[in-house]
């Protein structure tokens, strides 16, 4: 199922394949995000050309529409929505501390007023389980409980007990087979919290781990130091996830640590917004620096947008209000992460990940990079 291939002789950093019944991930792995069965604003013909192997989707969005009852009469998730790579599927669970209008955790469950229509429900972990074998992913998430931050050690207790027992639950009525289900580590900032909960889902056995809870308001310094800890807990042989990492340096810093797979909305909600990644930091192609730019948006960047059009007429689209301006970008943002993602693995193949690690880091950074 998951392949530890090398590991980089100067850092944490690791090279690995993990194997679903949609095809082969590379890891480190970034995973586009599709939350309602879709990469906004691409088609996903696009996104598989831009090197994507898996995307990611939402079980507590297109539960609530299109439903999942459509979705298992189409075939499943992939025949829906016309992508034949492997698909990860979110639990919800970040999305009920999030977005419902009201939300109640309880020990069986969790009660919620949906975002879309204020319809009430109630989900168990083990209707969580039974939706996403529905849609037939090729990896699931248990569902978890998340916290704010700040929040006081007994409430990320709690939360971390709910999550422990929650997955146990899933784990019993998970039918081992094609479908892995992945572990979900809580414990907010609490070292002591993250460790036991580590330790007890190793114990459990999933067939990959996530870290969860992480990216809800600490900073940078804490998201590693959580990551590190966690990291080293997990066994080798298991897949590591750090669940809503987006950053390009973030990524970077925490593939140093030893994760080997991440998800976020950034590439595809900033490209929507008018901002491109490059390796040399950030550009907001509004600005009027760029109105007379003959240059691409990143000189190193091989994708169609880079190859084709300059940052002057990036800038006439999206202050023309024409649509091709957020899809392009869009797709260079997926495709700029996608190729992180390539350089990485190349890098830790060759162990020279911690050169390239200094290096990308001084040219983002250097240019004002966030």
Known sequence: MFTLIHKDKNSKARLGKLITPHGEIDTPAFMTVGT?????????????DAGAQVVLANAYHVYLRPGVDIIKRAGGLHKFMGWDKAILTDSGGYQVFSLALFR??????????????GQKHFLTPEDVIRIQNDLGSD???PLDECVHYPCAWDQAKTAMDRTVSWARRSLAIHEKGSQLLFGIIQGATYENLREDCAKKLVDMDFDGYSIGGVSVGESSNLIYNIIELVANIIPQDKPRYAMGIGYPFDIVEAV???VDMFDCVIPTRYGRNGTAFTRSGKIIIRNSPYAEDLRPLDEQCSCYVCKNFSRAYLRHLFNAKEMLGLVLLSLHNVYFFLDLMREIRQAIAQDKFSDFKDKFLHNYHTAGGA
Not at 36 to 48: E, F, I, N, Q, R
Not at 106 to 114: A, I, K, T, Y
């Open 256 to 258: 140093g640590r030893g």
């Open 104 to 117: 109640q955790m309880h020990d069986r469950g969790v009660e919620f007023q949906s975002h879309v229509d």
């Open 36 to 48: 309602h069965a879709t990469v906004k604003g691409l088609m996903l013909k696009d996104v598989a």
């Open 139 to 141: 990896i699931m998430m």
